[in-house]
């Protein structure tokens, strides 16, 4: 797929479901002003850019901690590629946050329950090459930035769809915008991305406890950054 390929239509039973989406050209312009913005007061820096993916390598998954309300923007800013967002489904009930946040890419997903609208829509857009980012803690962090344990969702779906996962991690942004901060504050934001993980489900293994484990290790690749050096 690429970079500015059009927004991939996902059907059934012969209908769109897919809402409507900015086109690339307007994203940009947003990804532009966000990026100057946070630049000028945070100071963001991007670190490890070199392993994410190239849009032509097919569908990805991008996991992440969860640390402020604008970690989605801020990890997708080095991605140059049309990218969707799994976010809180009652996030969109929000006059006027909700109707930006679908412009913008983002669908909702249910935290407490299944969801199964949820990930049939992003199985499709993943096989069609298509990238999505998901939170696995499924919520922010307090601004102790301590990581909640991660749900399998992620590595759940990256298994379905074939697909890879680009672990990332977001370091700093519990300070600046966290949920128990009613406003931001300044502070230093560095996002980092580590290599791509490919699964492979060795054969007469379990898949639950296959899936466990690999979420356990996705886990522990996101957090190993977080910790004091």
């Given amino acids: ?11 059934r039973n012969g209908s769109t479901e897919e809402p409507p989406v900015l086109p690339w050209w307007a994203i940009q312009i947003v990804r532009y002003g966000v990026w100057v913005f946070s630049r000028l007061l945070w100071g963001l820096a991007f670190k490890r850019t070199k392993n994410i993916p190239h849009a032509t390598n097919g ?30 489904s009652e996030a969109f009930s929000w006059k006027f946050i909700g109707t930006v946040m679908s412009y913008l890419g983002a669908w909702p ?21 298509g990238a999505l ?29 074939g697909i890879p996962i680009l672990p990332v991690t977001i370091k700093g942004a519990n300070k600046v915008w966290a949920r128990d901060h009613a406003y931001p504050r300044l502070g230093k934001i560095e996002i980092i991305y580590h290599p ?19 979420t356990e290790r996705l886990e522990k690749i996101i957090s190993s950054e977080l910790q004091e050096k």
């Fill in 1 to 11: 797929m690429s970079e500015t390929s059009a927004n991939i239509s996902i059907k």
């Fill in 59 to 88: 569908g990805l998954i991008i996991a992440a901690n969860h640390q402020a309300y604008v970690d989605p923007f801020w990890l997708s800013l080095p991605i140059k590629r049309d990218i969707r967002y799994l976010a809180w």
């Fill in 196 to 214: 791509v993980i490919h699964y492979v489900v060795p054969e007469g293994e379990n898949l639950k406890d296959y899936i466990r484990k690999e």
């Fill in 109 to 129: 997903i249910r935290i407490k329950r299944s969801s199964p609208q949820a990930m049939r829509r992003s199985l499709n857009w993943l096989r069609e090459g």
């Fill in 133 to 161: 980012v998901i939170f696995p803690e499924g919520e922010r962090c307090f601004s102790d930035g301590k990581m909640k344990k991660f749900k399998a969702g992620a590595v759940r779906l990256a298994i379905d769809a």
